[in-house]
C-alpha cells in the first residue's frame, strides 16, 4: 500500500507501507500526525489507522538501569569528602 504523508507542510511521498511503521517504530513519527491512502476520503491521524496502531502500541520505552544501592553512594562521598 501506498502512503502519503505531510512533511515540513507538504505533501510527500508515496512511501510503502513498512516504510511508515518503520518511521513510527524509530519515533520518526508521531500518533497525529496526517496521512493519507487511496480509499481514505480525507487525511487522517496515522495513529488512527488500523494498519499502524500496533507499530504505536509495540513501542516500548527504554529501560533505565536499577538505581546504586544507598550504602555505595554514602561510601562515594565520605571518600570523595577524604580527598579534600
Known sequence: ME?????NGKRSGPY???EIRGRIEHGQME???KV???G???W???GELELFRKSFEEKKP??????LP???LDQVMREAQQLK
Open 3 to 7: 502512503i502519503w504523508l505531510i512533511l
Open 31 to 33: 500518533r497525529d500526525e
Open 40 to 42: 481514505l476520503a480525507e
Open 62 to 67: 527504554e529501560a533505565l538501569p536499577p538505581a
Open 70 to 72: 544507598r550504602e555505595y
Open 16 to 18: 510503502p507501507d513498512y
Open 44 to 46: 487522517t491521524p496515522v
Open 36 to 38: 493519507w491512502h487511496e
